[in-house]
């Protein structure tokens, strides 16, 4: 979504000030789940966070996709806090949950690089070919899509493995 955005941006005409606005909204917003992290993980697990961040990111999409002007779309930005700044500690600490400490180097490189590696070159190949095909605002829904399949994958292989992890723990 991110790469797109500034498209998206554009189209609905926004300029270089909103797009610095709206990638400023994004980083700022996703500071205080972080820095709240561990109060958060004391009151609930680590996957239903997970669940949740999942879950916010369908619901971010779903308002970038849909926002009719500029403010909207900057205000679909501070989702990030519940999306992006749950999901990254709350996946650090799932697969360190799940994870036997001989492989767990191993599965948070394989998280890293296949999210943010392998996941952003597929997505950005796809999401231009997509955007130039369709447009960026059915590209965008398209991902909607993509994003909620995700999430419903992650809920269901993950269901058991939660469990067991906190049997373990």
Known sequence: EMTFYPLLLRELGGGNTELGIGFSLMAFSEVPVMWFYGRIAKRFRER????VALAVYVVKCLSVAAAPNVTLLLLAQLLTMFSFGLLLPSAVNYINKIVDRSA????????????????????????GAIADALGVRPMMSLLCL????AAAAFIVLSAGRGRQAENEV
Request: with cysteine.
């Open 146 to 149: 993509v994003v909620a399949a």
């Open 104 to 127: 767990l180097v191993t599965a948070l490189v394989l998280f890293s690089s296949s999210t943010y590696g392998v996941g952003s070159i597929v997505g950005s190949l796809a999401g």
């Open 48 to 51: 239903d966070l997970i669940c």
